[in-house]
């Protein structure tokens, strides 16, 4: 099992839906969690750090749930600049990786 | 301020030939950590380094070196080039401090190797 699955995608939405992404993950003993968002041939940007009571930023909320090892990003009201790939990363608590990142749910918002 | 920044943006090389990729790191983050990315992948971990020692190594083979200078500053150096090396590859750094810490992104350098 990789240590991080995401589902790739892609994820077809109209602008305004309500879409979200989740992510499992193998290693009970991670610690730290993140959402990164890659535009197409560009490098990733942080876009959420994930805490344990699950965070919200705007239109975006990040939540954790360590009992069923998955986080989660719901995006509201899509708009189209939101079409992106969307990486989900952990930080393992112990080792010799800092960033552990998933393949990416690739998201294309549509007009 | 300035992002972190790396050179140069797109390389074409062959095989057997060797590389070296820059970077330099935000104003006042003393970690850098190098990353390669294949096409429809998410990045892979390659190296950190912390106050110009190498912290952690991922799962590359020796064909891959890096060090950090004194200004934090770090190069990656990729010998006998294989088609597989194409790529690209990221530099991200951090101020690791607190928890959890938070790495950024340069935009990288695309390896392409024929």
């Known amino acids: 099992r990789k240590e991080v699955e995401q589902d790739p995608g892609p994820f077809n939405v109209p602008e305004g839906a309500t879409v979200a992404f989740n992510c499992t993950y193998s290693n009970s003993a991670s610690q730290s969690f993140f959402w990164y968002r890659q535009d197409c041939r560009k490098e990733p940007k942080l876009l959420m750090s994930?805490?344990?009571s699950g965070n919200e930023d705007g239109r975006f909320t990040a939540q954790l749930n360590r009992a069923s090892q998955y986080i989660s990003l719901l995006i509201r009201d899509s708009k189209l600049s939101d079409s992106a790939t969307y990486l989900c990363?952990?930080?393992?608590?112990?080792?010799?990786?800092?960033?552990?990142f998933g393949k990416g749910t690739r998201l294309s918002v549509i007009a | 301020d300035a992002g972190v920044t790396q050179s140069p943006t797109h390389l074409i090389k062959t095989r057997g030939q060797h590389v070296t990729l820059r970077c330099s790191p935000i104003s006042g983050h003393k970690s850098v950590s190098w990353y390669q990315q294949v096409l429809g992948q998410g990045p892979q971990f390659i190296f950190q380094y912390y106050e110009k020692e190498e912290r952690g190594r991922g799962n590359f083979p020796d064909r891959f070196s890096a060090r950090q200078f004194p200004n934090y500053s770090s190069e990656l150096n990729v010998n006998a080039l294989l088609l597989g090396d194409s790529a690209l590859y990221l530099c991200a750094s951090s101020t690791v401090r607190g928890i959890p810490y938070e790495q950024y992104f340069g935009p990288g350098t695309r390896l392409t190797v024929t």
């Open positions: 994930v805490y344990s």
């Open positions: 990363v952990l930080l393992r608590n112990s080792g010799n990786t800092p960033l552990v």
